[in-house]
């Protein structure tokens, strides 16, 4: 009996014990470690071929601006990153082309403020904004089925042939053309310059100028014409004086 009553007092008093001890035990237990902020330079780096986007986004500054709104919007964040053969395809000189704004609006027209997983861009509303997007729509359309998704920026268009990361808050996808929108595909090398034009002809030199074997126009006094009047008046003149003489 005395057996009995210490098993019941012993399951009894377990859970108890567990109330009181668990706790302690929990607190005890390292609490694991926050995740760290996304990179989105890190993430392109690690994947080797896309030198000129990671460029274009520190020059420019995007870098940080997207690294700022990455870890802080509710939204997340979705980018399609041109690789290095996708800007060597480009028109020659057309990249240095952009000015300082215009590369900033390049950049950010490769990135929308939302995250979107490769199966959600099926199922937007084109077209989807960018960030470049301000008063006009710089947007981007999707089309595709299954696991294909095309994106196009109006001017060109490209599969999405990689995804980098789709985790949120950022998602990052391959394309192997520069998403060139309308705006900037107007862009073009400066024209050589104009050939500097003739001297202007001064006043009267439009006057014709007779050449050096051209021969003079006959004076009616002093050339051949009055050289055979004064001849004939000569003769004349002794003619008359003979007859007055005769006479």
């Known amino acids: 009996m005395a057996a009995a009553s210490a098993s019941h ?15 302690q035990i929990q607190a005890q237990a390292p609490a694991p470690a926050p995740a760290g902020p996304v990179n989105l330079t890190g993430i392109l780096d690690k994947n080797g071929q896309f030198t000129t986007f990671i460029k274009l986004l520190i020059s420019t500054q995007v870098a940080n601006q997207i690294q700022s709104q990455i870890n802080s919007s509710s939204e997340g964040m979705t980018v399609f990153a041109p690789t290095d053969n996708a800007f060597n395809n ?25 995250f979107y997983r490769q199966s959600d861009l099926l199922l937007v509303s084109n077209p989807v904004r960018t960030l470049a997007s301000g008063q006009d729509v710089w947007g981007l359309n999707f089309t595709g089925q299954g696991n294909q998704v095309n994106v196009s920026s109006g001017v060109v268009e490209t599969p999405i042939n990689s995804v980098l990361r789709q985790n949120f808050p950022l998602a990052v996808y391959q394309v192997d053309k520069v998403l060139l929108p309308e705006e900037l595909s107007a862009a ?13 002809p001064t006043e ?10 051209e021969p003079a126009p006959a004076d009616d006094k002093t050339g051949a014409g009055g050289r055979l009047n004064a001849g004939l008046g000569f003769v004349v003149g002794l003619a008359l004086l003979c007859m007055g003489v005769l006479s």
Do not use: M, R
């Open 9 to 23: 007092i012993l399951l009894t008093l377990a859970p108890l014990v567990l109330l009181l001890v668990l706790p």
């Open 90 to 114: 480009l028109e020659k000189g057309l990249l240095n082309n952009l000015d300082n704004q215009k590369q900033v609006q390049l950049v950010l027209y490769h990135v929308t403020s939302k």
């Open 188 to 200: 073009k090398s400066p024209s050589a310059a104009p050939a500097p034009e003739g001297k202007k």
């Open 204 to 213: 009267g030199s439009n006057k014709k100028v007779p050449a050096a074997s």
